[in-house]
């Protein structure tokens, strides 16, 4: 029998595949369909599978030379609902906008051993800027978000 966070694990691990071969069918069969997505550039997450498929679509385009370096396992409290579930934080690098970016994944699971909660945390403060900039245009090219009025 599996037990929940042998299931988190596994679904970790696909995760790690499905991201570094860019194979966004994959990561649709990961995701729960209510995901939220906590964003290091935005303060209200992403939410449902539909969008949060599309960013990591963008996501995929703008990060170059992406890399898992570490990864830690454990539970934490979601910010959803304050309940503990079963959770992975993955250690990345890559570069974005031309900045090197250092951040973590931090994944929460359902019962299921599917991703219902995602948070990033990037450093530093110049690669997030430069991140949000590459994201949102790639956002806005994919009809995702609207384009930032001029002022």
Do not use: C, W
């Amino acid at each position: 029998m599996t037990t929940e966070g042998e299931r988190a694990l596994n679904a970790a691990d696909r995760f790690r595949d499905a991201i570094d071969n860019r194979d966004l069918a994959a990561l649709d069969d990961l995701f729960t369909e209510d995901i939220r997505f906590y964003s290091p550039v935005k303060f209200a997450p992403f939410e449902g599978k539909p969008m949060v498929l599309g960013l990591f679509g963008v996501l995929l385009r703008t990060f170059k030379d992406f890399r898992y370096v570490g990864r830690y396992t454990g539970a934490a409290q979601t910010s959803t609902d304050g309940t503990s579930a079963p959770s992975e934080v993955l250690l990345f690098r890559a570069t974005a906008g031309g900045k090197e970016i250092h951040g973590i994944d931090l994944l929460h699971f359902d019962d299921d051993g599917r991703i219902k909660e995602f948070t990033v945390m990037v450093r530093p403060q110049s690669a997030v800027h430069a991140l949000g900039q590459a994201v949102l245009a790639g956002l806005v090219e994919d009809g995702l978000a609207p384009a930032p009025s001029g002022r």
